[in-house]
Nanobody, 126 residues
Framework: EVQVVESGGGLVQAGGSLRHSCAASGFTFDDYAIGWFRQAPGKEREGVSC????????YYADSVKGRFTISSDNAKNTVYLQMNSLKPEDTAVYYC???????????????????WGQGTQVTVSS
């Protein structure tokens, strides 16, 4: 059974930084993608970033480009999301999700992912 466990998040002032970790285990497929999503109160879940395990390809939503960085430690099956220059509009519950990867897909669509973490709260105060 695939398990996804997140850590990180918290409360930070605008302009500050936080780092999330996402540890995934139980894979039965050769390659996978890990995506980060967020959901603010009253809003739909939106894609933030994604990384492909095999070749390290990364993808970012326009709203976080230049501020967030996704990286991975394949030996640990762990992905990190470094969030810098945080803004109050980044406040949301952040989720990590994973899926088998066998080629191009619409990474920013949450319905493309099969396994989800429990979510962690990020609050950015102004």
């Amino acid at each position: 059974e695939v398990q996804v466990v997140e850590s990180g998040g918290g409360l930070v002032q605008a302009g500050g930084s936080l780092r999330h970790s996402c540890a995934a285990s139980g894979f039965t497929f050769d390659d996978y993608a890990i995506g980060w999503f967020r959901q603010a109160p009253g809003k739909e879940r939106e894609g933030v970033s994604c990384i492909i395990r095999s070749d390290g390809s990364t993808y970012y939503a326009d709203s976080v480009k230049g501020r967030f960085t996704i990286s991975s430690d394949n030996a640990k099956n762990t992905v990190y999301l470094q969030m810098n220059s945080l803004k109050p509009e980044d406040t949301a519950v952040y989720y990590c999700a994973t899926r088998a990867y066998s080629g191009s897909y619409y990474w920013i669509n949450p319905y493309e992912y099969d396994y989800w973490g429990q979510g962690t709260q990020v609050t950015v105060s102004s």
